[in-house]
């Protein structure tokens, strides 16, 4: 068995099996390989029986909608393989994690994603496409998202978006260094999904990840305060921040086992 963890910086894999002078784990930076010529050296490397992959794009029933930040359109693989978005893999990690069947995971790294747990399945809609946090309408900004907008959250509660305010404001890009303005606009956007999240699917657990987070240990302390003045004390939940090293993986290590 192969569980992968594919995402726009870094492709982390590991085998339940060590096959000669092989590691079980290993990583390599996204940009630097072919992604199906990769996957196969994978298989050719441990012949694993299946094969789960966290994606950090949108996909759905095994397929590929949308990769802005991986080249690749089209997984092809000989053996038997799942496919699924990289947020809904790590929220099933932290729903096991933390013994929660009834669980939301906001992580703020690279862009701002979500993935939610509904009595102990993962919440998916028509396509497979609920939960795009990073995409909710949220306030104009001087430069476009990834998908396109100009008013996405993911532009003031993730590290693309400390970025490009960084550039435009000649700020630094790291939310512990940066100017006041900045932090503030950080903490209320991130403050503002994990109310919205908070409101929508009444977790008993929401769980704060990602690197930006796992960065900044006084994201979480804000959250947790500033929810509490505008939630409702019926709908309130424990918000927590995530404790594993790489919830997307663990996540798909849960999928494999989960496969016929
Ligand atoms: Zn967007």
Redesign the pocket.
Known sequence: MLAIDMGGTYIRYKSNKKYGTNNKYGSVKTKNVNINQFLKELVSMYSPSKVAIAFAGQVCDNKILSSPNINVKKISLDVPYVLENDLNAAALAESRYFSCKHLVALYSGTGLGCGAIENGKIVRGFKNLACEI??VPYKKAPFV???G?DN?L?LYASGSGIEKWAKYSGCSNKLEKTCQKMRDAYLEAITYAAELLVTIFNPQILVLGGGVVKNNEFVVEHVKRHIDSVVPSFSRCKILKSELEDASLKGAEILLKEMA
């Open positions: 990073g995409h998202c990834g998908c907008k996405c993911e």
